[in-house]
């Protein structure tokens, strides 16, 4: 399993962040790799369940996202499951000037070969993909949407 995590400062108040966060579409506005968000459906607990097409090395990868845990101005909680299996946590924290959004992922690679060969570069990938996540975030909110 690959992890990362990685935050931001926001100059918007947590309940701005958590509004944009909480529609599925924005996050193929800020997620570069991220190319469709589609049958985004509601559930019981306050969250939503859609599925996705993620562009990987010029490949698309479909997968469905099942919101766990929808605490409003405090967390967002998916689990993630085809091609890309894991799950992805957005916590967000009041700061003096805003909100701190903490970008936590968890992602299980295939194989056990191809897991110890290619986490290096997922990790990476991954890394540099979450940072440009954040920052897109940072500015859509700040500059206006």
């Known amino acids: 399993m690959v992890t990362v995590s ?3 400062e926001i100059d918007a108040g947590v309940e701005r ?11 193929a506005e800020v997620t570069p790799s991220l190319s469709d968000v589609r049958d ?9 369940e859609l599925t996705f097409t993620y562009e990987m ?7 469905e996202l099942v919101q766990t845990v929808a605490e409003p ?17 957005l916590e967000l924290e009041p700061t003096d000037d805003g ?20 986490e290096p570069f997922v990790r990476r990938y991954n890394e540099r993909e979450q940072r440009t996540t954040l920052e897109n975030t940072k500015n859509r909110l700040e500059l206006g949407d």
């Open 40 to 48: 985004v459906e509601p559930l019981e607990n306050g969250g939503k």
């Open 6 to 8: 990685d935050s931001i």
């Open 57 to 63: 090395a010029g490949v698309g990868l479909d997968g």
């Open 17 to 27: 962040v958590y509004e944009y966060l909480d529609d599925p579409h924005n996050h």
């Open 99 to 118: 909100t701190r959004l903490t970008y936590t992922a968890h992602y299980e690679l295939p194989g056990a070969v191809l897991s110890r060969v290619a």
């Open 73 to 89: 101005n405090e967390r967002i909680t998916f689990d993630m499951h085809g091609r890309l299996e894991g799950e992805i946590d």
